[in-house]
């Protein structure tokens, strides 16, 4: 007998229907030379990382959580009073010169995590090396999977879609006892760049943000670039390479000449957050930058664009602009930086909302739902803009069904779902042809 008085009721039921929700695209993870905190370090509030901590992957949610966990006040404090000794002409000791050098080598990861946040980042993880007076081997830049230092600490962090290393080339030679820093070396900063590569491909979910060396002219960056891997490779589809680097106010007031990496990555979650992760991130305003020092000709940056550097410039009345979005890759499939960045988000995603169909029963039922919701998700993805194409049908295709699904693949246990997607490019030459019609009149009174 039902007890409820008169009236309407209505129960929820679930539809049985899968969803699949678009994976994250915009945490980079950035990789340098910090210190070890120091005993004398005054209390606050969010209290700096320990040596342990710092050296293992750390999530940011903002500058200054950042400025506190790294303890950037008291080494820019005691960088200042270095300085203002130097510019009164007092002889410094080598070691002072030598801690300079040090100190320096340490805002080069906090200005690329600043130019992150400015530009539009909103998180990030962050692994440090305290030996900021000393090289590091590519081996230490692996690291280790099982202490999670260095990339092997990234590898159990799947959310990660950038791997920026600001500090590398500061990475390639110990620090010295001159009022000079010493040159970097560039067969040093090769092998660490490729093991950076090595990780984004082994991953397949995330790209690196290669910085160009320092202080390159047009004609030496292009041989050094010809030194990297070859455009034909699968991990040069996965390098996105800047030139060239910025000069920035400084977040303890010093101004400094910075590798770009940083504001970039903020570039590219800005991009994502007002677009979305199909839209290259280019033709975009860098924000923190004063200027940047080297100016680059039409023909010098055509140079550079094909061999996939991408190039900042400066525009009259336009400010200073990201006016490259390649990765290296000489693949047609791969060119362009935001296909290959969707291409991994459209795995990502799928991947990430299909692990309920694991050690279901295989059969049409599950293909349908497979089917039905990677459907849903690309649909929703043409919509947006990220596939061409006049209709769905034209923009992509889902085969999940008995087609691909044989008895033979059903007994080893596994379910086949075959997708192909069309995506959009970037309009990355625009061309108009102007022609001047003869025989017309100049006009009529």
């Known amino acids: 007998m039902d007890t409820r008085p008169p009236g309407v009721f209505v129960t929820e039921r679930s539809s049985g229907v899968r969803m699949i929700v678009g994976a994250g695209t915009s ?42 966990r790294y303890s950037i006040t008291e080494s820019g404090n005691e960088l200042a009073a270095l300085l203002e000794k130097q510019s009164n002409d007092q002889n410094l000791t080598a070691a002072e010169l030598k801690r300079i050098q040090v100190l320096q080598r340490c805002f ?16 990030c993880y962050v692994v440090g090396f305290l030996t900021p007076d000393r090289a590091v081997t590519d081996e230490a830049l692996a690291g280790d999977t099982d202490q999670r230092t260095g990339l092997g ?16 080339w500061d990475m390639t030679v110990d620090a010295t006892e001159s009022a000079t820093p010493p040159q970097p070396d560039l067969p040093t900063g090769k092998e660490l760049i490729d093991k950076v590569l090595a990780h984004c491909t082994k991953q397949r979910n995330r790209v690196a943000l290669v910085d160009a060396p320092p202080d390159q002219s047009v004609d030496t ?13 699968d991990e040069a589809a996965f390098t996105a390479l800047y030139y060239p680097w910025v000069k ?8 400094r000449t910075v590798p770009p990496s940083g504001h970039l990555a903020g570039v590219w979650a800005r991009t994502d957050a007002e677009r ?36 900042l410039r400066a525009f009259p009345d336009r400010g200073l602009l990201v006016w490259g979005a390649r990765t290296r890759s000489s693949s ?12 991994s988000f459209l795995s990502d995603s799928i991947q990430q909302s299909t692990i309920w169909a694991m050690f279901e029963p295989n059969d049409d039922q599950l293909w349908a739902t497979l089917r039905h919701a990677v459907t849903s998700f690309l649909t929703d993805q043409w919509r947006l803009g990220a596939l061409v194409g006049r209709t769905p049908e034209e923009a992509f295709y889902v085969i999940c069904d008995s087609t691909n699904n044989t008895p033979s693949t059903i007994d080893t246990g596994q379910v086949v779902c075959d997708i192909g997607i069309a995506p959009v490019r970037p309009a990355e030459f625009v061309q108009f042809t102007i022609t001047q019609l003869a025989g017309q009149s100049a006009g009529s009174s």
């Open 153 to 168: 600490g990234l590898e159990t962090i799947p959310n990660v879609t950038m791997v920026a290393v600001p500090s590398l």
């Open 332 to 343: 047609r499939d791969w060119r362009y930086l935001n296909v290959r960045r969707l291409v």
């Open 108 to 123: 080069t990861l906090a200005e690329a995590i600043y130019g992150f946040f400015a530009n539009g980042g909103t998180s």
């Open 221 to 233: 960056l292009e041989q050094f670039v010809d030194t990297l891997a070859s455009p034909d490779t």
């Open 276 to 311: 979305g992760v199909f839209k290259a991130p280019a033709n975009q305003s860098l924000r923190g930058v004063l200027e940047f020092p080297t100016a680059l000709t039409d023909e010098q940056h055509g140079d550079l664009n094909a061999k996939g550097v991408n190039c």
């Open 27 to 68: 945490t980079p993870a950035f990789l340098g030379y910090t210190e070890a905190p120091r005993n004398d370090a005054e209390e606050r509030s969010t209290s700096p990382f320990d040596a342990s901590e710092r050296v293992v992957p750390q999530l940011i949610h903002g500058w200054q959580e950042f400025a506190d």
């Open 248 to 255: 920035v106010a400084g977040v303890d007031g010093v101004s």
